[in-house]
T-cell receptor, first 115, second 115 residues
Framework: AQKVTQAQTEISVVEKEDVTLDCVYE???????LFWYKQPPSGELVFLIRRNSFDEQNEISGRYSWNFQKSTSSFNFTITASQVVDSAVYFC????????????FGSGTRLSIRP | DTAVSQTPKYLVTQMGNDKSIKCEQN?????MYWYKQDSKKFLKIMFSYNNKELIINETVPNRFSPKSPDKAHLNLHINSLELGDSAVYFCASSDRDRGSGNTIYFGEGSWLTVV
């Protein structure tokens, strides 16, 4: 069965702290894609990153970085020097390319950055 | 230009009514979706269409009927609305067939409240 687990329901940190959001996925497929989406208080869902199962290189984009580890089936997301604008719900998602267009989302992590 | 647009953004209606939410994408994608997000922020796929053809129907009640007149549009009609239908409905699209990974782009969401 396919599953995405975001064990951290809520995280609250003080501005400028670093914070890591965990994502653990389950699949037996060898070809799949992993995603992170951000949902700010305004409600829209914003695409952040896509990573395919054959590319384990970590990625950095400004203050954001992603650590993909197939050995532990994890795709963690780190925000460095957090800012109040980073406050949002963050979703990790899994797409099995063998399935018919069915992306499975984790339950989300609500991140609050306190000034 | 909004890539995925859905209307209305807010909808308050009485139980038993019939309502529709419209969705259009101008990204040239061939796959469109409806997702439902409940009060706990859990995102679940309802339907997926590929080139106007239904490919995913996730045991959604028959009161929900998607219609795709062309691959740029996917509307959602809901009959006999119930209190439990209150949620945020997200339309989305992706370009699966190009083999570049199935990144889903979401509309801004339609907040449905049934009273």
């Amino acid at each position: 069965a396919q599953k995405v687990t975001q064990a951290q329901t809520e995280i609250s940190v003080v501005e400028k702290e670093d914070v890591t959001l965990d994502c653990v996925y389950e699949t037996r497929d060898t070809t799949y894609y992993l995603f992170w989406y951000k949902q700010p208080p305004s409600g829209e869902l914003v695409f952040l990153i896509r990573r395919n199962s054959f590319d384990e290189q970590n990625e950095i984009s400004g203050r954001y970085s992603w650590n993909f580890q197939k050995s532990t089936s994890s795709f963690n997301f780190t925000i460095t020097a957090s800012q109040v604008v980073d406050s949002a719900v963050y979703f990790c998602a899994l797409d099995l390319y063998s399935s018919a267009s069915k992306i499975i989302f984790g339950s989300g992590t609500r991140l609050s950055i306190r000034p | 230009d909004t890539a995925v647009s859905q209307t209305p953004k807010y909808l308050v209606t009485q139980m038993g009514n019939d309502k529709s939410i419209k969705c259009e994408q101008n990204l040239g994608h061939d796959t469109m979706y409806w997702y439902k997000q409940d009060s706990k922020k859990f995102l679940k796929i309802m339907f997926s269409y590929n080139n106007k053809e239904l490919i995913i129907n996730e045991t959604v009640p028959n009161r929900f009927s998607p219609k795709s007149p062309d691959k740029a549009h996917l509307n959602l009609h809901i009959n006999s609305l119930e209190l439990g239908d209150s949620a945020v409905y997200f339309c989305a699209s992706s370009d699966r067939d190009r083999g570049s990974g199935n990144t889903i782009y979401f509309g801004e969401g339609s907040w449905l409240t049934v009273v």
